[in-house]
């Protein structure tokens, strides 16, 4: 049964807490972590770059010179790839780079990441994660307590004054239980989450 040590907001050990074996407990699935992680780096460009083709590029409507006798290849546009300020061939358009993956590996993939960062020692359960007001400072200070270096602060649902303390923290990232994924896990260094949203997430991914 994998463990991990509950801490207060003042940065101290206060207990221990028994994880779930479904959830913080599998064997990793390193490839469904890799097509999942693909997947959401994919979804996130843009795909708007766009070149104009011969067709589209204005002018060129006439030949530049006869077909034959002067000497010169034949042309029968200024607008064609190979002219200065011609057409480009084959170039980017708009498109969609978004992948499909199926519901259960998505499924294994953040639970694989839990399950990693759990038998690596980097999650961190909060007993009352919230912040009384807004101080970077204060916040700044509990993470050093703690020795989290790059976390992902999880709560069970939104708190401003969470939010708004650890914004301007570089590397640190604040979201809600019920909108986890898997690269937000993988890419922070220390998974710091409220004793309240451990609850949710293994009642929702312990199923």
Request: net charge positive; proline share 5%; aromatic share 6%.
């Amino acid at each position: 049964m994998p463990k991990a040590k509950v801490y207060n907001m003042a940065g101290e050990v206060t207990g221990e807490m028994e994880l779930s074996e479904a959830v913080f407990g599998i064997e990793p699935s390193v490839p469904s972590m890799h097509t999942v992680v693909k997947a959401h780096l994919a979804a996130r460009r843009q795909g708007t770059q766009s070149t104009l083709t011969r067709a589209e590029v204005s002018g060129g409507g006439a030949k530049p010179w006869r077909q034959k006798g002067p000497g010169r290849a034949r042309q029968g546009s200024t607008r064609s790839p190979q002219w200065t300020h011609g057409g480009v061939a084959l170039g980017p358009k708009p498109r969609s780079y978004r992948v499909s993956v199926n519901k259960k590996i998505r499924r294994l993939a953040l639970l694989s990441a839990l399950s990693a960062k759990a038998a690596a020692g980097e999650v961190f359960v909060i007993d009352g994660l919230d912040m009384p007001a807004i101080k970077t400072k204060d916040f700044a200070a509990f993470l050093q307590k703690l020795g989290a270096v790059k976390p992902l602060v999880v709560t069970g649902e939104a708190r401003e004054n969470v939010y708004k303390s650890a914004r301007n923290l570089p590397g640190v990232k604040t979201t809600v239980a019920g909108v986890l994924n898997v690269y937000d896990i993988l890419n922070h260094s220390e998974f710091v989450v409220d004793k309240a949203a451990v609850a949710g997430i293994e009642e929702v991914y312990g199923a």
